[in-house]
């Protein structure tokens, strides 16, 4: 039940689901909440302050590119920090059960190896 269960969790789908889930919701959340309270204010002072910072007009139109490069500096940053928190650990793990196994087969390949030697050495012991 539990190997099902670690073969489940191991497969690709879940793992790319769980970080769909995690960048569609929570992780977007907190870094456009981060976006809003220190991104926005930077633009705005970086781009010429409160009166135009962030904007411009066209024929009384706004336009307002502060907005815009929040969005982009958010998508960056959720990203990142999606990458960090779970698709490098994950990988990480996974190499290591990875190694694991392999380990484990070319350990089992060896042990077959060296059995079939001791039978063919008993049947040469055997033969007159």
């Known amino acids: 039940m539990i190997k099902g269960f670690k073969e489940f969790l191991m497969r690709g789908n ?6 769909a889930v995690v960048m569609g919701a929570a ?12 991104l926005n204010p930077l633009i705005t002072l970086f781009t010429g302050g409160a009166a135009i910072g962030g904007s411009f007009r066209v024929d009384g139109v706004e ?3 502060g907005v815009f490069l929040n ?11 999606v990458y960090f928190v779970i698709v490098l650990p994950f990988n990480k793990i996974r190499a290591r059960i990875m190694t694991h196994e392999e380990e484990a087969k070319v350990e089992r390949e060896e042990q077959i190896v060296l059995l079939e030697q001791i039978r063919d050495a008993l049947l040469e012991q055997r033969r007159p």
């Open 14 to 19: 879940v793992v790319e689901l769980a970080v």
């Open 27 to 38: 992780m977007t959340a907190l870094v456009a909440s981060f976006g809003e309270a220190f």
């Open 63 to 65: 336009f307002p590119y």
């Open 71 to 81: 969005g982009l500096l958010v998508f960056f940053l959720t990203a990142v920090a």
